[in-house]
């Protein structure tokens, strides 16, 4: 007979999270406690009633404008008492600027 060890997660009462990435710059987000780690949209389950701290980390040539999403989101600290929805956005700070050239001929 084989040993075999078993490992069970209690995910009653858990809620879920999903982060989403937009603008036009780049960066990542992480949690704490740690389940979201992306730089795309990422997912994460978290016990109901747990405070979830968010960090967006800008990529160079980006800055982080801010959070948006569910009204519990625009600080980037949740309680999950239900399942939320954020978005965190990231602008680049280069900028291009196209200028018009007059020539005159003579």
């Known amino acids: 007979a084989a040993d075999v060890t078993c490992t069970f997660t209690n995910v009653r009462g858990a809620q879920s999270l999903s982060v989403t990435v937009v603008g036009t710059g780049n960066g990542a987000v992480t949690s704490d406690p740690p389940g979201i780690d992306c730089g795309a949209t990422c997912d994460a389950a978290f016990p109901e009633g747990r405070q979830v701290t968010l960090t967006a980390t800008p990529a160079p040539g980006s800055f982080f404008s801010g959070w948006s999403g569910d009204p519990d989101c625009t600080d980037g600290v949740l ?7 954020c978005i ?3 602008t680049s700070s280069k900028t291009m600027v196209y200028l018009p050239i007059v020539m005159q001929l003579r």
């Open 79 to 85: 309680t999950m008492d239900g399942a939320r929805n």
């Open 88 to 90: 965190a956005t990231f």
